[in-house]
C-alpha cells in the first residue's frame, strides 16, 4: 500500500505586506527583495495563530477529498511557528474540525516539514497502521521575524496546505529524506533561552536568526542531489516528470536547481512572488495552486522537494492521482 492524495486545501491570512511596505521599516527596496529573491508580497497574519490557518486549510482539504473528519485515523502537522509548545497545534486542529478518532500530533522539520509528513504517513500505511491522514504545513513565522533585520524580514510570509491522503496502490512511487544537525547554526530559531531561579535569570523569546548565503549554497546543492537519487533509484526519466514542485524559498534557487537538473523552468511552478518563503506551507500551498490552476491531470509523476532548518532535506516521486 501507498498514499495518494485524494484532497487538497489552502489557507492565507487576508493582509498582504508588499516589499513598498517593507521598505518603510527596513532598509531595503522593491528591486532589491524582486531580483535577490522573486518575491513582491507575503501575507502576514494579524488575529490568526498557526493552527488557525491550519485548520482552515484542513478543511478545504476535507471537502476537496470529500471525506469526514472523523473518518481521519491521523493528523501530521508540519510547523517551525507552534502557537505552543504544547499542546500541539495537530490537537489543537483535530478539536477545531471535530476529527474525534484521529492520534495528532506535530512534527518539527522547518520547511521540510510537508514532505516529512507525507513520508510518515506512507510508512503508516506501508505498514497496513492507517488508512485515511491529513497531513498539514502550516506557518506564522511573521511572530518570529526579527522585523528590524532585513536579512531575514523580506523573506518570510504566514500561510498553511493540507492534503488528505488514502492507502491505495498508487500515489507516492518512493521519497527520501535527511538530516544535518552540524549545520544548524546557519538558520535557527531558539524558542526560548534557559532562565531559571538557579541562575536568577528570566527566559527570554528568541527570534529567526540565518546565514543566508550557506542555507542557498546548501539548496541549490541538496535539490538536485535528492531528485536524482529518486529518478535513479526508481528508473525514472526526466522527460517523465511533468513538474517539480519545491519548496518556495527563493527564485534563484529554484532557477539554479533547474539548471544543475537540465530541466526548462516551465517545469518548475512557482509562487514565491505572492507568498513569500511560507517554510513547510509553501509545498501544500503551490499544489493548491496548481490544482486550481488545472495544471494537474491523474497520472501526472511529479517530484516534491524541500529544504530548510536542521538541516533537513526531503524529496518525494509521486503519481498525480487527485482528479481520477
Ligand atoms: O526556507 C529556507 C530558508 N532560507 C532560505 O532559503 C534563504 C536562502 N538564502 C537566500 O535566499 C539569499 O542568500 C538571501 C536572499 C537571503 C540574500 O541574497 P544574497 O544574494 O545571498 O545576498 P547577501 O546576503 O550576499 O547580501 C548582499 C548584500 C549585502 O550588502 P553588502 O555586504 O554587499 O554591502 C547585504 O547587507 O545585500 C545586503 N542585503 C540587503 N539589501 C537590501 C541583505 N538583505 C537586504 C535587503 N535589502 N533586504
Not at 503508516?124 to 513565522?141: M, P, Q, R, V
Not at 504566514?158 to 552540524?182: H, K, P, R
Request: charged share 20%; aromatic share 8%.
Amino acid at each position: 500500500m501507498t498514499a495518494r492524495i485524494i484532497g487538497i486545501g489552502a489557507y492565507a491570512p487576508e493582509t498582504i505586506v508588499t516589499n513598498e511596505d517593507l521598505s518603510k521599516i527596513v532598509e531595503t527596496s522593491d528591486e532589491w527583495i524582486r531580483s535577490r529573491t522573486g518575491i513582491r508580497e507575503r501575507r502576514i497574519s494579524t488575529q490568526e495563530g498557526t493552527s488557525d490557518l491550519a485548520a482552515k486549510a484542513a478543511r478545504k482539504a476535507l471537502a476537496n477529498a470529500g471525506v469526514r473528519p472523523e473518518e481521519l485515523d491521523i493528523i501530521i502537522l508540519g510547523t517551525s511557528s507552534p502557537d505552543c509548545n504544547y499542546p500541539s497545534d495537530a490537537c489543537t486542529v483535530q478539536a477545531a474540525i471535530g476529527a474525534v478518532n484521529a492520534v495528532a500530533f506535530d512534527i518539527s522539520a522547518a520547511c521540510a516539514g510537508f514532505i516529512f509528513a507525507l513520508n510518515i504517513v506512507q510508512g503508516f500505511f506501508a505498514a497496513g497502521i492507517y488508512k485515511t491522514a491529513l497531513i498539514i504545513g502550516a506557518e506564522t513565522l511573521s511572530k518570529v521575524t526579527d522585523w528590524s533585520d532585513r536579512g531575514t524580514c523580506v523573506l518570510f510570509g504566514d500561510g498553511a496546505g493540507a492534503a488528505v491522503l488514502q492507502a491505495a496502490e498508487t500515489g507516492v512511487i518512493d521519497m527520501t529524506m535527511g538530516s544535518d544537525g552540524t549545520k544548524g547554526s546557519a538558520l535557527a530559531c531558539t524558542s526560548r533561552t534557559l532562565g531559571n531561579f538557579l541562575t536568577g535569570t528570566k527566559p527570554e523569546l528568541g527570534f529567526m536568526t540565518m546565514d543566508g548565503r550557506e542555507v542557498f549554497s546548501f539548496a541549490v546543492r541538496k535539490i538536485p542531489e535528492s531528485v536524482e537519487y529518486l529518478l535513479e533509484k526508481t528508473g525514472t526519466s526526466r522527460e517523465e516528470i511533468k513538474y517539480y514542485v519545491l519548496h518556495q524559498a527563493n527564485e534563484r534557487i529554484v532557477e539554479a536547481a533547474a539548471r544543475r537538473l537540465k530541466e526548462p523552468m516551465s517545469k518548475f511552478p512557482m509562487t514565491i512572488g505572492k507568498y513569500g518563503n511560507t517554510s513547510t506551507a509553501s509545498i501544500p500551498l503551490l499544489l493548491d495552486d496548481m490544482v486550481r490552476q488545472d495544471m494537474l491531470k491523474p497520472g501526472d509523476k511529479i517530484l516534491l522537494s524541500g529544504f530548510g532548518a536542521g538541516m533537513t532535506w526531503g524529496a518525494v516521486l509521486m503519481e498525480w492521482t487527485l482528479g481520477a
